[in-house]
């Protein structure tokens, strides 16, 4: 009886969203394989970002485990609540034993006693990662809360690292290991990453130069500058927006209506709390497209921080992100309208990935107050948390109080 309203449905519906619920609810009620899926792909024919009929066709290709499907209102249950013991890759010297660090070259591992190089080799290609079916797994949901433990390949010491750190030096026998993140279930591991290219010497030299060229003059020097890597979100956004608005013609309102297509590849949110929003000004300043592939041996010899922020979270500050994108565009092509309203329903996440990239961090102080300092390890570009309202006004106001 259900098969046979759906098919009734199909053949008298006119609407594209009907039509795509029809035939999703049709393969529901058909447990052939190959007739399953030519009614998931009819679904997705009229409606591309169908959720329930991606999900079900990711089942289906085997992509997703019916068992890994969560309730996000019930996450607590998913959430693991004692450490987790994590595989590692440990880096030695094939020659010597010696520590294996990551060269700025970009394209080898150098050892710190005997100097041989071993080349890294980036010929995979990245693949962004289905945001429907992340969503329906707690990993698209999770952030780290719990210490990992990992023992050394080497010595054999045991180690517990922080929430949300993936790299760490041996205390005992020195040598460098990086978490295998496929190891911890609740976590995505990285698509991509951009090697740190800025030496210390670099780093520091270009934190002078910022220094000098907006005549400021610390309480000190500036604290050393420490390397690391920080984890981004980007996301493919695309889908349709409607809009409306108001402006006076002739002394006489007219109503102005528009519709766009709107598509953004590599919209970047930050997906770590700290200096968030220094990253988020550079985003645009790294190379994300052209970024290897996610290589452990990048992180030989460098600390790294996993995303603190959840793939889910993150999402909406991008649809926000691409809100107000859009509105600029709608401004700057049909010029300042009053009550301009615009929606955002039709406005899809289509693919995901996470990047670790490059940076320097430091801070100073400047009349008794601290400021931090993030150097990009890509470029070389520098943000600081002073104000960005004219240093010079800042200062003369700074000193009249």
Avoid at 183 to 204: T, Y
Wanted: proline content about 5%; charged content about 20%; aromatic content about 8%.
């Amino acid at each position: 009886m259900a098969r046979r309203q759906l098919e009734r449905a199909i053949n008298l519906a006119e609407d594209r969203t009907l039509l795509a619920d029809a035939w999703f609810w049709m393969s529901e009620s058909n447990n052939d394989p190959n007739e399953k899926r030519t009614m998931l792909e009819s679904a997705l024919a009229y409606d591309l970002h169908h959720a329930q009929a991606r999900r079900s066709l990711a089942i289906l290709d085997g992509k997703l485990a019916p068992n890994e499907i969560i309730d996000p209102e019930n996450l607590s249950q998913t959430q693991p609540n004692s450490p987790q013991d994590s595989a590692t890759e440990r880096f030695i010297c094939p020659k010597c034993g010696g520590k294996m660090t990551y060269a700025p070259d970009g394209y080898n591992l150098v050892c710190e006693y005997c100097n041989r190089h071993q080349s890294i080799k980036a010929d995979a290609v990245i693949e962004e990662q289905d945001f429907i079916i992340a969503m329906a797994t707690a990993r698209g949901h999770l952030q780290p809360t719990l210490m990992t433990t990992f023992k050394c390949q080497g010595c054999g010491a045991d180690f517990l690292l922080a929430p949300g750190v993936i790299s760490s030096d041996c205390s005992f026998c020195g040598s460098a290991h990086v978490v295998a993140l496929e190891s911890l279930h609740e976590l995505i591991e990285p698509d991509c990453i951009i090697p740190m290219v800025l030496q210390q010497e670099q780093a520091i030299d270009q934190l002078k130069n910022w220094i000098q060229n907006n005549r400021i003059q610390p309480d000190d020097s500036p604290q050393p500058v420490r390397g690391l890597y920080l984890p981004l979100w980007s996301f493919d956004i695309g889908g349709h927006i409607a809009w409306s608005g108001e402006r006076m013609q002739n002394k006489k309102v007219v109503h102005i209506n528009g519709e766009d297509i709107v598509s953004f590849n590599d919209l970047a949110i930050p997906a770590s709390q700290s200096l968030s929003i220094l990253l988020d000004r550079m985003v645009g300043s790294y190379d994300l497209i052209n970024a290897p592939v996610y290589d452990t041996r990048y992180l030989a010899g460098w600390p790294a921080k996993v995303y603190e922020i959840p793939m889910a979270e993150a999402s909406l500050d991008a649809r926000q992100k691409a809100s107000r994108l859009i509105e600029r565009r709608i401004v700057s092509k049909d010029g300042v309208l009053d009550n301009l309203k615009y929606s955002t329903a039709e406005l899809f996440v289509e693919t995901f990935k996470l990047t670790l990239v490059p940076v320097w961090v430091s801070s100073f102080n400047l009349q008794s107050q601290k400021y931090g300092v993030l150097i990009n390890g890509q470029s070389g570009e520098v943000q600081t948390e002073l104000p960005r309202r004219g240093l010079s006004g800042w200062l003369k106001e700074k000193m009249t109080l």
